[in-house]
């Protein structure tokens, strides 16, 4: 069975502060994707990342980065200089053929 | 064509009644999901559609539910007697299938459902 676990529930840091939100999965399947998709207040959920089972390259995208770990089953994304409007909740989702699978959300607040 | 749309916003509607929800993805997407999401919790799967087929349906979904997607292009949920256990927000995703590999999902605004 799939299972995303997203153990931070809320994350409270200062702006220009970096912040990783840590995501746990499950699964049998040998390939799969993984995704970040950021939900902010205005509720629209909005796709931040990608990363397939058989990519474990670590990537920065601008001030996004990801750390993705087959052997602990993780895929940890990282925003660096946080800004306010980076406040919104955070969701995990793991891709299978035809199934996705997604976390219940790491709430991001980012004071001023 | 600006993204996907989903009509109604809001839906209010007494237990026992049915209701409909319709979803136009991205014109040029051949996926399309269903998911249902409650208050703290990550969007639910409930279906999900490759072109007009559906492929794969959640365990979790009662018979009550039924959803559709006749010309590979907008799709339906529909909820039959609803219940109160039934409120919450449904999402409607549609993504551009390139062989397996499985792309981004782009969501619409969601329909919030009210069962009183």
């Known amino acids: 069975a799939q299972k995303v676990t997203q153990a931070q529930t809320e994350i409270s840091v200062v702006e220009k502060e970096d912040v990783t939100l840590d995501c746990v999965y499950e699964?049998?399947?040998?390939?799969?994707?993984l995704f970040w998709y950021k939900q902010p207040p205005s509720g629209e959920l909005v796709f931040l990342i990608r990363?397939?089972?058989?990519?474990?390259q670590n990537e920065i995208s601008g001030r996004y980065s990801w750390n993705f770990q087959k052997s602990t089953s993780s895929f940890n994304f990282t925003i660096t200089a946080s800004q306010v409007v980076d406040s919104a909740v955070y969701f995990c989702?793991?891709?299978?053929?035809?199934?996705?699978?997604f976390g219940d959300g790491t709430t991001l607040t980012v004071k001023p | 064509d600006t993204g996907v749309s989903q009509d109604p916003r809001h839906k209010i509607t007494k237990r026992g009644q049915n209701v409909t929800f319709r979803c136009d993805p991205i014109?040029?997407?051949?996926?399309l999901y269903w998911y249902r999401q409650t208050l703290g919790q990550g969007p639910e799967f409930l279906t999900y559609?490759?072109?007009?087929?559906?492929?794969?349906k959640s365990r979790l979904l009662s018979d009550r539910f039924s959803a559709e997607r006749p010309k590979g292009s907008f799709s339906t949920l529909e909820i039959q007697r609803t219940e109160q256990g039934d409120s919450a927000m449904y999402l409607c995703?549609?993504?551009?299938?390139?062989?397996?590999?499985?792309?981004?999902?782009?969501f619409g605004p969601g329909t919030r459902l009210t069962v009183l």
């Open positions: 989702a793991l891709s299978e053929a035809r199934k996705s699978t």
């Open positions: 014109s040029e997407h051949n996926r």
């Open positions: 995703a549609s993504s551009l299938a390139q062989g397996r590999v499985n792309n981004e999902q782009f």
């Open positions: 559609f490759q072109n007009e087929a559906q492929l794969e």
């Open positions: 990363r397939n089972s058989f990519d474990e």
């Open positions: 699964t049998r399947d040998t390939t799969y994707y």
